[in-house]
């Protein structure tokens, strides 16, 4: 992914993303059963996974950065 994607993706809910991720766990389904995928779907297939990566990565922070805000209020408050 671009960096210009990675900050709009950075900038979606979780739910958008976990959409994202699915069409485009779809579309690396779709190049690898094709048989006669020759080196360009092989390409294709390797970009997608590390857009899945980077999506799960984001999704991951946005999972954890609400709960480390609760843990960080609750110190400030004793």
Do not use: Y
């Amino acid at each position: 992914m671009k960096v210009k994607d990675l900050r709009i993706s950075r900038q979606k809910t979780l739910d958008e993303l976990k959409k994202v991720v699915l069409t485009k766990k779809n579309e690396l389904d779709r190049t690898l059963v094709k048989k006669n995928s020759g080196q360009q779907n092989l390409k294709i297939s390797k970009f997608l996974k590390r857009d899945i990566a980077q999506i799960l990565t984001i999704i991951r922070e946005k999972e954890l950065s609400p709960k480390e805000e609760l843990v960080s209020r609750k110190k400030g408050a004793k």
